[in-house]
């Protein structure tokens, strides 16, 4: 199935998972929203105008989805904002059935929430992740007949994430506990009798799909109940009605539901109680799935390795408050890349992501949030029995879906004074026996605690042969060390951090200081800039040049691992984590293979090269302006391409043409040693798979003259597009060479009547940043003014640029 078509797909399906009432709408504009506390809730409704004109606290115009933490979680001189806030707006109701409920669905708000109509408390919620819902059917009804209806109706929302040691996740968690509405939020008007849940188990050698219904309240004598399947051109398959709750549908040889082809079936099913309908719309797929003992895994029968990511919630400029379109494209580059399995990490993620894997073809692993920190007491059990219940509950029905996941480093103590093995893994066990009892269909798992292993159906031990412990070319034998361990082993969580935009000439020299055959693993201190025994997490450059390596070894040895299930790299995206201020750009984890904002990186087409099935060439080095060596020198070129072969050409000249070999690294074969030219270069790529041909090119300096140490810097504009100006930095020695290899942090500012466009998480969107091969940029909006900016680091005058 073309992309094109995937993503028109996609879309079509998110109006009709959305549309689960008669009437939906969602609410994002109209809201006003305070970062702090308020003293009671009558200070968000009190009247403010002619004869009380105060107007404290003074509150924010925004729209939904919205992440309090949208900036300040990489913001690099504060600690992001961890306490309540509040959301305001009124509601005008117009439901059109008689006697029936006016509900707000949530799809994730986090992560303690309070719902008030005018000044009732009307619903509460624990848990930033799960979907649920709350009826203000009652409150509207009283407050209509209050003196103080004027037509809408008030609706406050109090959001806290503050830190809580009885809350999962653990603040000692590797990513940002967000506050705020940051997923939509609807109105829902339906019928007094409506599905509270509608579960649905399709059975690929039969065909047949059963139906479960459960209602909000007990329908009464003489409800009829009906139900009715679909094929994917929307044609009537089979339709039943009836008294009962429960029914049952069949197809006749349904078309299996692959990652190729991930072929989805529309069940609509309804309850008509008292004259009034309700309809709800669910998609299906029929499929089976097998992890094989002790060897790899099956979808239909047929051997299938999972080509994994992972993915968290988390987006520039909108922190968790991510778009529907946002999500899409960043769904679709993923399948793209030829990604056919994705854990989400590590929380129930938001509905539109599941559809999209549905649509697209890929399976999923989700799981809750129980990760980091120990475990809690009575009142965190009951949060993670929960939020197990309801992701269960909520995406039982996506055929996307083959594992829930229990937990994540519950092997990290942290949050309480005691840490005792045996009470994790008595509470493991009972999640286990909870999430099976819920869904027998589905496989447990669990990443990182060997003292509970043997508990889950699938295991993943932590190996991180090339970052955080040992050299990547270890990788093959520390993997099958520990498939030989448990039953049903799945390898997610690889990789390593890149500086975007930083390149090395020679990428691997850190390996040669690292202790070899002691795993891959990844222990208590390794994610330390500080410290410890020698490793590339530490020690190394943090280039593109070196993760491309690491990647590239890993995707060409998983080819020739035949008992492999399969992998999940970490992470597809890179994200904000409050424990990692010192990283090259402050607060993220920088393991993506596209930055932040979904720029790719260069490992995306290493990925791309090995996975995706659309013929593609890349040549390594797009983001790379300037190469460094002595004239005459020998270089290396790499271009990642899944074609057969390829021939490069060096400023017009052919270097050659050359068969793709994935078993002869680096990128597959595709690799050629040539001689650049002082100065200016020109690097094109002519592959060919089968009759397609695909070209790249890139053009590039050649710096021949040795620098010295850092002395200065100079500050200068190098584009300007509708208002907005790229400045660029470079650090220089005392003779006005370019420090290639220059990685002092750098500190933008400005005066004036612009903005620096920072606070994104990214290498060009950060005003304190790592230099990447001596330059960095930062875009400014300049808002037709006059400004002045600057740039510091420490022990280096500093540059100014008036624009």
Same mark, same amino acid.
């Not at 968000?44 to 115009?61: L, Q």
């Given at each position: 199935?073309?992309?094109?078509?995937?993503?028109?797909?996609?879309?079509?399906?998110?109006?009709?998972?959305?549309?689960?009432?008669?009437?939906?709408?969602?609410?994002?504009?109209?809201?006003?929203?305070?970062?702090?506390?308020?003293?009671?809730?009558?200070?968000?409704?009190?009247?403010?105008?002619?004869?009380?004109?105060?107007?404290?606290?003074?509150?924010?115009?925004?729209?939904?989805?919205?992440?309090?933490?949208?900036?300040?979680?990489?913001?690099?001189?504060?600690?992001?904002?961890?306490?309540?806030?509040?959301?305001?707006?009124?509601?005008?109701?117009?439901?059109?059935?008689?006697?029936?409920?006016?509900?707000?669905?949530?799809? $994730? *708000?986090?992560? #303690?929430?309070?719902?008030?109509?005018?000044?009732? +408390? =009307?619903?509460?919620? /624990?848990? %930033?992740?799960?979907?649920?819902?709350?009826?203000?059917?009652?409150?509207?009804?009283?407050?209509?007949?209050?003196?103080?209806?004027?037509?809408?109706?008030?609706?406050?929302?109090?959001?806290?994430?503050?830190?809580?040691?009885?809350?999962?996740?653990?603040?000692?968690?590797?990513?940002?506990?967000?506050?705020?509405?940051?997923?939509?939020?609807?109105?829902?008007?339906?019928?007094?009798?409506?599905?509270?849940?509608?579960?649905?188990?399709?059975?690929?050698?039969?065909?047949?799909?059963?139906?479960?219904?459960?209602?909000?309240?007990?329908?009464?004598? $003489? *409800?009829?109940? #009906?139900?009715?399947?679909?094929?994917?051109?929307? +044609? =009537?398959?089979?339709? /039943?009605? %009836?008294?009962?709750?429960?029914?049952?549908?069949?197809?006749?040889?349904?078309?299996?539901?692959?990652?190729?082809?991930?072929?989805?079936?529309?069940?609509?099913?309804?309850?008509?109680?008292?004259?009034?309908?309700?309809?709800?719309?669910?998609?299906?797929?029929?499929?089976?799935?097998?992890?094989?003992?002790?060897?790899?895994?099956?979808?239909?029968?047929?051997?299938?390795?999972?080509?994994?990511?992972?993915?968290?919630?988390?987006?520039?400029?909108?922190?968790?408050?991510?778009?529907?379109?946002?999500?899409?494209?960043?769904?679709?580059?993923?399948?793209?890349?030829?990604?056919?399995?994705?854990?989400?990490?590590?929380?129930?993620?938001?509905?539109?992501?599941?559809?999209?894997?549905?649509?697209?073809?890929?399976?999923?692993?989700?799981?809750?949030?129980?990760?980091?920190?120990?475990?809690?007491?009575?009142?965190?059990?009951?949060?993670?029995?929960?939020?197990?219940?309801?992701?269960?509950?909520?995406?039982?029905?996506?055929?996307?879906?083959?594992?829930?996941?229990?937990?994540?480093?519950?092997?990290?103590?942290?949050?309480?004074?005691?840490?005792?093995?045996?009470?994790?893994?008595?509470?493991?066990?009972?999640?286990?026996?909870?999430?099976?009892?819920?869904?027998?269909?589905?496989?447990?798992?669990?990443?990182?605690?060997?003292?509970?292993?043997?508990?889950?159906?699938?295991?993943?031990?932590?190996?991180?042969?090339?970052?955080?412990?040992?050299?990547?070319?270890?990788?093959?034998?520390?993997?099958?060390?520990?498939?030989?361990?448990?039953?049903?082993?799945?390898?997610?969580?690889?990789?390593?951090?890149?500086?975007?935009?930083?390149?090395?000439?020679?990428?691997?020299?850190?390996?040669?200081?690292?202790?070899?055959?002691?795993?891959?693993?990844?222990?208590?201190?390794?994610?330390?800039?500080?410290?410890?025994?020698?490793?590339?997490?530490?020690?190394?450059?943090?280039?593109?040049?070196?993760?491309?390596?690491?990647?590239?070894?890993?995707?060409?040895?998983?080819?020739?691992?035949?008992?492999?299930?399969?992998?999940?790299?970490?992470?597809?995206?890179?994200?904000?984590?409050?424990?990692?201020?010192?990283?090259?750009?402050?607060?993220?984890?920088?393991?993506?293979?596209?930055?932040?904002?979904?720029?790719?990186?260069?490992?995306?087409?290493?990925?791309?090269?090995?996975?995706?099935?659309?013929?593609?060439?890349?040549?390594?080095?797009?983001?790379?302006?300037?190469?460094?060596?002595?004239?005459?020198?020998?270089?290396?070129?790499?271009?990642?391409?899944?074609?057969?072969?390829?021939?490069?050409?060096?400023?017009?000249?052919?270097?050659?043409?050359?068969?793709?070999?994935?078993?002869?690294?680096?990128?597959?074969?595709?690799?050629?040693?040539?001689?650049?030219?002082?100065?200016?270069?020109?690097?094109?790529?002519?592959?060919?798979?089968?009759?397609?041909?695909?070209?790249?090119?890139?053009?590039?300096?050649?710096?021949?003259?040795?620098?010295?140490?850092?002395?200065?810097?100079?500050?200068?504009?190098?584009?300007?597009?509708?208002?907005?100006?790229?400045?660029?930095?470079?650090?220089?020695?005392?003779?006005?060479?370019?420090?290639?290899?220059?990685?002092?942090?750098?500190?933008?500012?400005?005066?004036?009547?612009?903005?620096?466009?920072?606070?994104?998480?990214?290498?060009?969107?950060?005003?304190?940043?790592?230099?990447?091969?001596?330059?960095?940029?930062?875009?400014?909006?300049?808002?037709?003014?006059?400004?002045?900016?600057?740039?510091?680091?420490?022990?280096?005058?500093?540059?100014?640029?008036?624009?």
């Amino acid at each position: 199935m073309q992309l094109k078509k995937i993503g028109m797909l996609a879309a079509a399906m998110m109006g009709a998972f959305c549309a689960q009432a008669q009437q939906q709408a969602r609410l994002n504009t109209g809201w006003e929203f305070l970062r702090s506390d308020l003293g009671g809730i009558w200070e968000a409704v009190r009247p403010v105008g002619k004869g009380n004109p105060e107007a404290s606290p003074i509150w924010e115009k925004v729209t939904l989805p919205h992440c309090v933490n949208a900036s300040d979680a990489v913001d690099p001189d504060v600690n992001y904002y961890q306490g309540p806030a509040w959301y305001r707006t009124q509601l005008k109701i117009d439901n059109p059935y008689a006697n029936g409920r006016t509900l707000l669905h949530f799809e $994730g *708000a986090g992560q #303690k929430t309070e719902v008030y109509i005018y000044t009732t +408390k =009307v619903a509460s919620h /624990t848990g %930033g992740y799960d979907e649920w819902t709350a009826d203000i059917t009652d409150a509207v009804a009283a407050f209509r007949q209050s003196p103080q209806f004027k037509g809408t109706v008030p609706l406050s929302i109090r959001t806290d994430n503050s830190r809580d040691l009885e809350m999962i996740p653990s603040s000692l968690s590797d990513f940002n506990v967000y506050g705020g509405i940051y997923r939509y939020l609807n109105l829902v008007y339906t019928p007094a009798v409506y599905f509270s849940e509608v579960k649905l188990q399709s059975n690929a050698k039969t065909g047949e799909v059963n139906i479960s219904t459960f209602t909000n309240t007990a329908a009464p004598a $003489g *409800a009829v109940y #009906k139900a009715v399947i679909r094929d994917a051109a929307g +044609k =009537v398959l089979q339709e /039943t009605s %009836g008294a009962a709750a429960n029914m049952v549908l069949k197809v006749t040889k349904p078309r299996l539901w692959q990652t190729t082809d991930p072929v989805l079936y529309t069940v609509e099913t309804s309850v008509t109680a008292n004259g009034q309908t309700y309809t709800q719309t669910n998609k299906t797929g029929f499929r089976t799935f097998e992890f094989k003992e002790k060897g790899p895994f099956f979808l239909n029968g047929k051997r299938l390795l999972l080509q994994g990511t992972h993915r968290h919630e988390d987006h520039a400029g909108v922190a968790a408050a991510m778009t529907e379109d946002v999500m899409r494209e960043e769904m679709v580059l993923m399948k793209e890349m030829g990604v056919n399995f994705i854990r989400l990490g590590h929380y129930q993620q938001s509905r539109i992501i599941l559809n999209l894997c549905d649509s697209l073809g890929i399976l999923v692993w989700e799981e809750i949030p129980w990760c980091r920190g120990g475990l809690g007491g009575d009142v965190y059990k009951e949060q993670a029995r929960g939020m197990l219940k309801n992701m269960i509950t909520q995406h039982y029905n996506h055929p996307s879906v083959i594992i829930w996941g229990l937990g994540n480093e519950n092997d990290w103590p942290g949050d309480f004074p005691e840490f005792d093995k045996e009470k994790i893994r008595t509470f493991m066990k009972e999640l286990n026996d909870l999430a099976h009892q819920l869904d027998p269909s589905r496989k447990t798992a669990i990443r990182r605690c060997d003292f509970c292993k043997d508990i889950v159906d699938v295991y993943s031990p932590s190996i991180w042969a090339g970052w955080y412990r040992g050299i990547y070319t270890e990788y093959k034998q520390v993997s099958e060390d520990e498939f030989n361990k448990v039953n049903h082993f799945l390898h997610v969580e690889w990789g390593g951090d890149s500086h975007a935009g930083r390149h090395s000439e020679n990428p691997d020299n850190a390996l040669r200081k690292i202790k070899t055959g002691n795993g891959g693993d990844e222990r208590a201190g390794d994610a330390s800039l500080y410290g410890g025994a020698a490793r590339v997490s530490k020690d190394g450059d943090w280039s593109e040049s070196y993760i491309c390596n690491l990647m590239d070894w890993h995707l060409k040895e998983q080819e020739t691992m035949p008992w492999l299930t399969g992998t999940a790299q970490w992470v597809f995206k890179d994200f904000s984590t409050p424990i990692r201020p010192d990283n090259p750009v402050p607060y993220m984890n920088q393991k993506g293979l596209l930055e932040r904002d979904n720029t790719k990186k260069e490992a995306y087409y290493v990925f791309q090269s090995y996975w995706a099935e659309k013929p593609m060439a890349r040549i390594y080095g797009h983001s790379w302006p300037v190469r460094w060596g002595a004239e005459g020198e020998e270089k290396l070129v790499k271009v990642y391409s899944n074609c057969d072969e390829a021939e490069l050409f060096l400023n017009g000249k052919s270097m050659g043409k050359k068969k793709r070999r994935s078993a002869d690294f680096p990128a597959a074969g595709l690799h050629w040693t040539v001689t650049f030219s002082k100065g200016g270069n020109d690097l094109k790529v002519i592959a060919k798979k089968g009759k397609t041909v695909v070209e790249d090119k890139i053009s590039f300096q050649y710096q021949t003259e040795k620098w010295g140490k850092p002395s200065q810097m100079t500050l200068s504009k190098i584009a300007e597009e509708n208002g907005i100006a790229t400045l660029e930095v470079k650090m220089l020695d005392a003779n006005n060479i370019t420090c290639l290899d220059a990685a002092n942090f750098v500190r933008f500012s400005l005066a004036g009547d612009g903005r620096l466009i920072d606070n994104l998480g990214t290498s060009s969107g950060s005003r304190y940043v790592q230099l990447y091969n001596g330059r960095a940029i930062i875009r400014v909006d300049l808002r037709n003014g006059k400004n002045m900016a600057a740039v510091s680091s420490q022990g280096i005058p500093t540059a100014t640029l008036a624009l």
